[in-house]
């Protein structure tokens, strides 16, 4: 199993630019979800989805869009890039483990926006 | 909201010495926790979790208790390694949900 693979490793993209962020799993899990992560602040939830064809807003979605047309693929658009967007972004599938749920990360897409 | 604090850091420490990293957390209810570690370059791994009160979870050599009563989640190792180096983040679940919120992360260094 590769588990989560992101590309690519690392982005540099102007402002106003666009660029989708590619996530897979070949855990046959159903949740996928898209973390950013920037100094200081820990993980924050941008967007996930409990199965193909169903996604979710989470705390931080502006300026992002996701779609799910498979179990294994989450990719995360960027419609027009802003420095604020400048982070590192994970991907994650989860699986059910008793009561709650285990969270497989991806290596991170670290982006730079200028 | 729900919402997870940890200790600032960066902690450094010595091999060997005894760490604690703290963690509390402000929810409704009964939520999950977990502590998450991120090695330099890599993605994060779940360290360990507990589901109720009172639970302990543990792996590596690395504890933490549920501590309702204190709504805390602490860290702890005997005798850490270099290895150990990482960043550990704190965070919670609700409900048996998948999504979590985390803490900002604490940044251990452990030097030979």
């Known amino acids: 199993n590769a588990g989560v693979t992101q590309t690519p490793k690392f982005q540099v993209l102007k402002t106003g630019q666009s660029m989708t962020l590619q996530c897979a799993q070949d855990?046959?899990?159903?949740?996928m979800s898209w973390y950013r992560q920037d100094p200081g602040m820990g993980l924050r939830l941008i967007h996930y989805?409990?199965?193909?064809?169903?996604?979710d807003q989470g705390e931080v979605p502006n300026g992002y869009n996701v779609s799910r047309s498979t179990t294994e693929d989450f990719p995360l658009r960027l419609l027009s890039a802003a420095p604020s967007q400048t982070s590192v972004y994970f991907c994650?599938?989860?699986?059910?483990?008793?009561?709650?749920?285990?969270?497989?990360f991806g290596p991170g897409t670290r982006l730079t926006v200028t | 909201g729900d919402s997870v604090t940890q200790m600032e850091g960066p902690v450094t420490l010595s091999e060997e010495a005894f760490l604690t990293i703290n963690c509390t957390y402000t929810?409704?209810?009964?939520?999950?926790l977990f502590w998450y570690v991120q090695y330099p370059g890599e993605g994060l791994q779940l360290l360990l979790k507990?589901?109720?009160?009172?639970d302990k979870g543990s792996n590596k050599g690395f504890e933490a208790t549920y501590r309702k009563e204190t709504t805390s989640f602490h860290l702890e190792k005997g005798s850490v390694q270099v290895s150990d180096s990482a960043v550990y983040f704190c965070a919670l679940s609700q409900g048996g949900s998948e999504k979590l919120v985390f803490g900002k992360g604490t940044k251990l260094t452990v030097n030979p």
């Open positions: 855990m046959n899990h159903e949740y």
């Open positions: 989805s409990v199965g193909a064809g169903i996604t």
């Open positions: 994650a599938s989860s699986r059910p483990d008793g009561s709650t749920y285990e969270q497989y």
């Open positions: 929810a409704t209810g009964y939520p999950s």
């Open positions: 507990a589901t109720k009160a009172d």
